[in-house]
């Protein structure tokens, strides 16, 4: 892989103490007046199975506690991250920086050591700061006063979990992981210094790949017949050889008993479907909730067997994104039952007045949408990703059109606390958003950029960058092997929201495709992209 370029970065010490003094709260007693900021970060929560968002699934399963937050605060149609995956969008929440700059722009590689995290800033800054659960990052947590962190990718069951007092051990912990996340986010609320305001991140794992629902909720919705999305039999034609090639596809992709737990099924061709996969799913439970675990599907997979030999092809293809959907939504259960903890124990301690509170994900995600799961393409699905914010003294059940992404809740943390912003974070303070309920501001960004480098094997998702204006989006495909040549495709989204009609070659756009190539060519110049 190519080195990203060197970028200065504005903070070493000397700039955390400068923060300190500009914000003249370093170490002196706030009195609660500068607002404390909760942040609730799933893992691949999809805006299609929240009910605030009002999409068909989630009308079958909804989540009463995040509306709950949308009802006090703001629903984003139009927040998008930079790099629509974990490692990638979590390095650039901490650090308000593109991929390119902060060097994490795979899964797998380790972004730069010296870069300033946005955490010690606010820490510099007079806030305590904390984050509870996934950290999936390679480098340590940086800017903490405590942290509690899962590994790699963390365990559904039982999941270990290191502290600063664990001297980088993991411990094993028992129970379900999103309520054992609440659970210690909330002692964080309650034992923390009271005389500082406070920045809490709360990063579930739920609802991340293999779907792994509480005991409690195994049985929930089995009933549910969930609607098929529109573009599920989607045949790619008018797109290129990403779309053709990618392996995100519920019919061949998904695996029957590591994804899908249909236990005792032979017909299985698929690599994770051996017993290294089941022990890394399984693995963290004990032997009786193992026996329950088998139990509770051989109860629900029995239907399955009965009709086997009936089911035709499409037939298994629809009980499978029946039961991904299933197990999908009965994650997400638990994870609303953990919004509703913390807003009730916000509530309950009078914290409401005085903390913004935001929800969102990692990415989006494809919920049998182009007849895939999991993310990574610059598609709406994936590349868009829910955000309700809760901002004191608001109106309520608002919703906002205005362009914003993953890069802007840096500067929106550092401007709430009072912090300069770093002149190479190139996001936006939300903030004028979030004081005029949504509205946009009349100068605002009008396009965003976005970037995918992780082209590897497991789900074959070729690299790309690409404009987006909130109708048009141009998307410049390339292989760094050299093995396919690149190529761009370009929506009008107004005309087509689902992205089946690829008009790059349309000479009505011809216009606009020269205006967006330029526009890309200028802004990979401007932030310093040199690998396209
Ligand atoms: C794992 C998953 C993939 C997923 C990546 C990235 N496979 O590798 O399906 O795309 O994580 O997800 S699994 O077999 O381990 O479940 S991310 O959310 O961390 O970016
Ligand atoms: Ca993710």
Redesign the pocket.
């Known amino acids: 892989m190519k080195k990203s370029i060197e970028i200065p970065i504005l903070f070493g010490s000397a700039g955390l103490a400068a923060v300190g003094a500009v914000t003249g709260c370093n170490s002196q007693k706030d009195n609660g007046k500068r607002m404390n900021i909760v942040y609730i970060m799933c893992?691949?929560h999809s805006f299609q199975t929240i009910s605030a968002y009002g999409h068909a699934l989630s009308q079958l399963a909804p989540t009463p506690n995040i509306d709950r937050l949308a009802a006090q605060g703001i629903r984003f149609d139009r927040a998008y991250v930079e790099n629509s995956?974990?490692?990638p969008s979590r390095a650039c929440l901490m650090t308000g920086l593109y991929s390119h700059q902060n060097g994490q722009t795979m899964?797998s590689n380790v972004m730069d050591s010296t870069v300033t995290f946005v955490p010690q800033l606010m820490q510099a800054a007079g806030y305590q700061t904390a984050v509870i659960g996934k950290w999936?990052m390679l480098c340590e947590p940086k800017g903490f006063d405590t942290f509690r962190v899962l590994r790699d990718?963390g365990e559904y069951y039982n999941p270990v979990f290191k502290t600063p007092e664990s001297k980088g051990q993991y411990i094993r912990e028992e129970g379900y992981t999103t309520d054992l996340i609440t659970d210690h986010a909330i002692e964080f609320l309650e034992n923390r210094d009271k005389d500082k305001p406070f920045l809490l991140y709360v990063h579930h794992k739920a609802p991340?790949?293999?779907w792994m629902p509480d005991f409690k909720y195994l049985d929930l919705y089995e009933d549910v017949e969930f609607p098929l999305p529109e573009t599920f039999y989607d045949d790619y034609a008018t797109r290129g050889a990403a779309m053709q090639e990618q392996r995100m596809r519920i019919e061949q992709d998904m695996s029957m008993l590591y994804d899908l737990k249909l236990y005792g099924y032979e017909g299985s061709t698929h690599e994770?479907d051996g017993p290294r996969?089941l022990e890394y799913a399984l693995g963290s439970m004990t032997d009786e909730e193992r026996e329950r675990w088998y139990a509770a599907y051989a109860r629900n997979n029995a239907s399955f067997f009965a009709n086997q030999d009936k089911m035709t092809e499409e037939d298994i293809l629809k009980w499978k994104y029946q039961r991904y959907i299933k197990d999908y939504v009965r994650v997400i259960k638990s994870v609303d039952d953990s919004v509703g903890e913390i807003l009730d124990y916000l509530e309950a301690n009078g914290l409401m007045d005085n903390t913004m509170i935001v929800y969102t994900s990692?990415q989006g995600f494809y919920m049998g949408e182009h007849g895939w799961f999991?993310?990574r393409f610059m598609y709406e699905e994936s590349f868009r990703t829910p955000l309700i914010v809760y901002y004191p003294g608001g109106k309520g059940g608002k919703t906002s059109q205005t362009l914003v992404q993953n890069l802007d809740f840096g500067p929106t943390f550092l401007d709430i606390a009072g912090a300069p912003q770093p002149e190479n974070m190139y996001g936006v303070s939300m903030l004028p958003v979030l004081k005029k309920d949504g509205a946009t501001p009349r100068k605002w960004r009008e396009t965003l950029y976005y970037h995918f480098y992780d082209h590897t094997p497991?789900?074959n998702v070729l690299r790309h960058d690409g404009i987006f204006d909130s109708r048009y989006k141009l998307i410049h495909f390339y292989d760094e092997t050299g093995a396919i040549p690149s190529y761009e495709e370009f929506f009008d989204l107004q005309a087509d929201p689902n992205e089946l009609n690829n008009v790059i070659d349309d000479p009505k756009y011809k216009k606009l495709v020269d205006k967006f190539s330029r526009q890309l060519t200028e802004t990979r110049a401007k932030i310093g992209v040199t690998e396209y």
Do not use: P, V, W
Request: charged residues 40%; without cysteine; glycine residues 0%.
């Open positions: 893992d691949d995956l974990s490692t899964l999936h990718q991340h790949r293999s994770y996969m990692d999991d993310k497991e789900h």
